[in-house]
């Protein structure tokens, strides 16, 4: 583009073409495909050089070469039917900057020109124009126009809360350097836009969750039990810190049990919670429920958190069916605990358990003295400590 302005001629097909273009023979589809080609440089390429031409001072009459240039290439932008085209959008950005960049425009021609663009013009058109109008001293005075443009797009009622609020930082961050003031509103605006959105699917979430539980009270197909948990990622997206993610899973357990386990599995995969409070309530669920048996539960024992695993040891060991499988499941337990490095209360509830069953390990007791004696060598230590401060 800027070789064709210098030459003040259009350049060669080779020069402008992509490769597969340039034969000689082309199929029907080729053919129609550089047809589009070409009508798309047509449209994009005379915009971009009156740009060029505009930020150069290279424009004499601005109205007149504006007016020639944009009506010629009205005939190559899409129809109405393709509005998402992105030709559209380059070409009024192009219009919009080169009348930024005019010199020697009077004010209400800059204005009607840049109205017309504003009324039909993209976002991402409005955003930028904002942020240009509050940064160029000589076009603080178009800003107007492009704050209450998107301030309309923004508020569109078929947008959601969340896409409002990024709307409200935007305009922010356009307009922080002209009006500090007004763009600490629009910051207001986004922060309550997001809150307002949480507390409503909050409390929309805890009315299906009620319904969930309710229908788990009967038999729930799979593909009820899986919209529901599609649901629930998009409420748990937004408001991870207040959802109710225990009762949540236990819900869809109940709704139906098999489901779960596959649920669970596109959670882990797709990253969609902290792995350790869905896979326990699942599993621990599944144990009450008698949905896995106590041999298939703690075949996974590896997936439960450190946090719960005396807990769910327990569970596992007290549904055992026989005294050689509760004795295999203590003994992979002690084992497990010493190599996790389990905390005195989780390693003395593991021993408790197991003395309900005649069980014991002398490594475990050992490992539970350690502690004993390691706490009274602390606290000996800081008795110590204070007599010394106080002295």
């Not at 350049?11 to 000689?24: G, K, M, Y």
Request: glycine share 2%.
């Amino acid at each position: 583009m800027i070789l064709e302005e210098l030459a003040g001629e259009s350049l060669p097909e080779d020069q402008v073409f992509p490769v597969e273009f340039l034969a000689d023979e082309l199929s029907y589809k080729q053919k129609e495909e550089k047809e589009n080609y070409k009508k798309t440089l047509s449209a994009m390429l005379p915009a971009q050089r009156f740009l060029i031409r505009s930020r150069t001072n290279r424009v004499e009459n601005f109205e007149l070469e504006y007016n020639d240039v944009f009506d010629g290439i009205r005939k190559y932008l899409p129809q109405t039917y393709e509005r998402k085209n992105f030709i559209l959008d380059f070409v009024k950005g192009r219009k919009q900057r080169s009348i930024f960049w005019a010199s020697d425009i009077e004010k209400s021609l800059q204005t009607q020109l840049l109205t017309n663009i504003i009324d039909d013009a993209p976002y991402s058109c409005l955003l930028s124009g904002l942020y240009y109008s509050c940064r160029v001293k000589s076009l603080n005075y178009l800003s107007e126009f492009y704050e209450t443009a998107l301030i309309n797009t923004s508020n569109n009622k078929n947008k959601s809360p969340e896409s409002i609020s990024e709307s409200y930082i935007d305009i922010a961050n356009a307009t922080c350097s002209l009006a500090p003031k007004q763009s600490a509103k629009y910051f207001n605006k986004a922060i309550e836009a997001v809150s307002k959105f949480g507390n409503e699917a909050l409390h929309r979430h805890f009315a299906i969750l009620s319904l969930a539980e309710k229908s788990a009270e009967s038999d729930c197909s799979p593909e009820l039990t899986y919209r529901f948990a599609r649901s629930t990622e998009t409420f748990y997206e937004y408001m991870s810190d207040h959802f109710p993610l225990e009762r949540t899973v236990r819900a869809i357990h109940d709704m139906d049990a098999p489901s779960s386990f596959a649920i669970m599995a596109r959670w882990l995969d797709r990253e969609v919670a902290y792995w350790g409070p869905f896979e326990d309530t699942v599993l621990e669920q599944s144990i009450s429920a008698n949905t896995l048996s106590s041999q298939e539960a703690w075949a996974a024992q590896g997936l439960i958190d450190n946090t719960s695993y005396a807990e769910f040891f327990s569970r596992c060991i007290k549904k055992s069916e026989t005294p050689e499988l509760r004795e295999v499941i203590f003994n992979d337990a002690v084992q497990q605990a010493l190599i996790k490095g389990l905390p005195k209360s989780a390693l003395s509830l593991i021993k408790n358990t197991g003395a309900e069953f005649a069980l014991s390990s002398q490594a475990l007791d050992d490992a539970i003295i350690d502690f004993n004696e390691h706490a009274l060598d602390l606290l000996i230590a800081l008795m110590s400590l204070i007599r010394r401060t106080s002295l």
